[in-house]
């Protein structure tokens, strides 16, 4: 008989309250390996007599006489009988409920090698019903449990070392443990070791194996089993994308009391996948959520459709949720704070930025109200509104919200903290965008530094600051250093991720950008070719990542005269950025620019003007009038002025962009030089 299945859910039930027993010092109890044969088999004679009773095998239930008879079979020792007592104490049947006694008892067969025993005291240590909640003591026992073969100890125990919960963390021995109970046809450990294969948490990945293993667990109605089979078929993992199936899984998961599956499917509904039947089920859960002012049902549910990278429905979910909080008298201030955070940040993903702010600002006013507890809520709010006044271009408020995250972040953490990390890192890129370079080098300078001492296992994020570093020194004009960064980061992303994974391209990209600067215009051909394949390959032909590779490539062939070539390049990328980003990203001026400058060079002055009078638009909005993306273009516009001999209206041109480029840029940079030269040649070309 396994009592220990409803060991837990008794002492959550019956601790709280009961008055514990004042046992008489009990005689010492031997153990069933002590007596001689005609005791043990009388011991065994009493507990099979008793369970009888137990049971009502026969004769009519009675627990008090099973209580009686597992007591006698006890005191000699029988392990069974003394785990049977226990669960009798422990529910209460024959007798008040005793846990105290309950655990004596079910420790006196442990330390006889029951394994029913073994296991009971392990959840009693894991969730500290009758002891103190001890993690390590509890995997003690569930590891003396499963190494006698019991499946639910060892699920447990994979559980535990998988979290490492009471032991080092282990996933490759987790999934051992797993496969062991497994192999018993163990629900709970199918749904495990299926989670680990599909998300390769800790050992290689495997979609066959891990769908396979799930569906043995959801046949057996394990809801959570059910639900990840859901979500695989909404994803196509492992399976083919089947929202049907998606909505069949769920809906067994619901069933079964898995009340996540609630979100899956309300998100599915709503989106017309369930018919007109199906809408009016979703719509009946968010009426319901709101006169219930159950605002987390629209946090998640928002936040699900942020993740599936729809921000509108995001937004528009996050409305009801402050229109359901709006009729509550006294709405919980954390649920607040997230329905603002998750309104301003879906409308930041549309790019909203002005829109979103309020609701940012509202996010960080209630977060700062929130107990010490949650004091992580006001670096995080801080960050989120931070980031979107960087957005608006709203540079000099955005520096000292920053600054007073990353001083939070600091005091509460440490100097040397991941979180630190994270500040530092959208600091930098402040600090890059304003062409503040001093303060950029410093911060990636800093950050660097914790990334190389502090071992935290975040390549990709180290590799990232490299590349900052590097894009900093390309702009200013010290290629060589810029060269042996960008070199550094890829031979990081390299190791790391492969030779075709995304971020290779990115570095790629920037090699190219400081051949072209050096002249070298072969090897930055080849750079950039390289990154497009991998790019495309990675992320698809139609990706704004791979936009803004053809259009260096682009830029690379106008630099060297090749401008037909150019000029497809180019018009190619603006076309894919013109369907893929807003009116006024930063992107898009870059073609703009770059096909501004080759149709001037063509003689098509009237196309090129109005590209480049637009390219200079969006960035003096996004970047301000003293950024060195606006001195290119100025200067573009001086030489489209040149070509059409009007030096009068090409000299202010050229002198604003040698006053921006004197500021950022290092005395020996060829672009300083060249926006010298060309005003010297406006000032000594006599008007038309």
């Given at each position: 008989?396994?009592?220990?299945?409803?060991?837990?859910?008794?002492?959550l039930s019956l601790h709280a309250g009961s008055a514990p027993a004042v046992p008489v010092p009990p005689p010492p109890i031997p153990r069933v390996a002590q007596l001689d044969e005609t005791t043990r088999l009388e011991a065994q004679r009493l507990y099979e007599l008793g369970r009888t009773f137990f049971e009502g095998n026969g004769v009519?239930?009675?627990y008090l006489r099973t209580a009686q008879l597992y007591r006698e079979a006890a005191l000699s020792g029988h392990p069974w009988a003394q785990v049977g007592l226990g669960f009798l104490y422990e529910k209460g049947l024959g007798m008040k409920v005793d846990i105290q006694e309950a655990l004596r008892w079910y420790r006196l067969a442990a330390d006889q090698g029951d394994s029913s025993a073994q296991f009971n005291l392990g959840l009693a240590y894991l969730h500290g019903e009758g002891v103190a909640q001890d993690d390590t003591e509890s995997y003690t026992w569930f590891r003396k449990a499963a190494e006698q073969g019991d499946a639910d100890a060892q699920n447990l125990v994979g559980e535990a070392l998988e979290e490492g919960q009471g032991v080092a963390r282990d996933p490759e021995e987790a999934a051992q443990w797993y496969g062991k109970a497994v192999a018993q046809n163990d629900r709970r450990a199918q749904a495990n070791l299926g989670r680990m294969n599909m998300q390769a948490l800790g050992i290689p990945g495997d979609f066959v194996k891990g769908i396979a293993l799930l569906r043995q667990a959801a046949d057996q109605g394990h809801a959570r089993a059910q639900f990840f089979l859901g979500y695989y078929h909404e994803l196509g993992r492992g399976v083919d994308r089947d929202e049907s199936a998606a909505i069949a899984w769920h809906e067994k998961?619901?069933?079964?009391?898995?009340?996540?599956?609630?979100?899956?499917?309300?998100?599915?509904?709503?989106?017309?996948?369930g018919g007109e039947g199906g809408r009016a089920r979703a719509e009946a859960w968010l009426t319901q959520a709101q006169a219930a002012g159950q605002l987390d049902f629209f946090v998640d549910l928002g936040t699900l459709y942020s993740e599936l990278r729809q921000p509108d429905k995001a937004e528009a979910i996050a409305h009801r949720g402050a229109l359901a909080a709006q009729r509550m008298s006294a709405p919980p201030r954390e649920q607040l704070k997230q329905v603002a955070s998750l309104q301003g940040q879906a409308l930041v993903a549309?790019?909203?930025?002005?829109?979103?702010?309020?609701?940012?600002e509202r996010a960080l006013a209630l977060a700062e109200g929130l107990p010490a507890t949650a004091a992580q809520e006001v670096p995080r709010a801080l960050m989120a509104l931070a980031n979107d006044l960087l957005n608006q271009a709203q540079y000099a408020k955005a520096e000292p919200v920053y600054l007073r995250a990353l001083a939070m972040q600091e005091k509460a953490l440490g100097p040397r903290h991941e979180k630190v990390l994270d500040v530092l890192d959208e600091l930098s890129a402040l600090y890059s965008w304003t062409e503040e370079f001093a303060k950029a080098e410093a911060v990636l300078q800093r950050s660097l530094?914790?990334?190389?001492?502090?071992?935290?296992?975040?390549?990709?994020?180290?590799?990232?600051?490299?590349?900052?570093?590097?894009?900093?020194?390309?702009?200013?004009?010290?290629?060589?250093?810029?060269?042996?960064?960008?070199?550094?980061?890829?031979?990081?992303?390299?190791?790391?991720?492969?030779?075709?994974?995304?971020?290779?391209?990115?570095?790629?990209?920037?090699?190219?950008?400081?051949?072209?600067?050096?002249?070298?215009?072969?090897?930055?051909?080849?750079a950039f070719l390289r990154a497009r394949a991998i790019m495309e390959q990675a992320r698809g032909a139609e990706h704004h990542s791979v936009a803004t590779i053809v259009n260096n490539l682009g830029a690379l062939y106008n630099a060297s005269g090749r401008y037909d070539e150019a000029e497809a390049l180019c018009t190619q990328a603006l076309a894919m950025r013109e369907r893929l980003l807003d009116a006024y990203s930063l992107d898009l001026a870059f073609s703009l620019h770059e096909l501004g400058a080759i149709h001037t060079r063509q003689g098509k002055y009237e196309q090129g003007k109005?590209?480049?009078?637009?390219?200079?638009a969006i960035r003096e909005r996004r970047l301000g009038p003293h950024h060195s993306e606006v001195a290119a273009t100025l200067h573009a516009l001086g030489e489209f002025h040149m070509r059409q001999n009007n030096p009068a209206l090409a000299t202010p041109l050229f002198q604003r962009a040698l006053a921006i480029r004197e500021r950022v840029l290092v005395p020996s940079h060829p672009d300083l030089q060249l926006s010298r030269?060309?005003?010297?040649?406006?000032?000594?070309?006599p008007a038309a």
């Open positions: 008989m396994r009592l220990q299945t409803v060991f837990l859910a008794s002492l009519k239930q009675d998961a619901l069933a079964n009391g898995w009340k996540q599956a609630t979100l899956r499917l309300a998100r599915l509904y709503a989106d017309g996948l549309q790019q909203r930025f002005a829109a979103a702010q309020p609701h940012l530094s914790m990334y190389e001492s502090a071992q935290l296992g975040r390549e990709a994020e180290m590799a990232t600051v490299l590349g900052g570093l590097a894009l900093n020194y390309w702009i200013r004009g010290d290629f060589d250093r810029a060269e042996s960064y960008f070199r550094r980061a890829y031979e990081m992303d390299e190791a790391r991720a492969g030779a075709k994974d995304s971020t290779l391209a990115v570095r790629l990209n920037g090699l190219g950008s400081v051949y072209q600067s050096q002249g070298r215009f072969h090897e930055a051909e080849t109005a590209e480049l009078e637009r390219a200079l030269q060309q005003l010297a040649a406006a000032r000594a070309r």
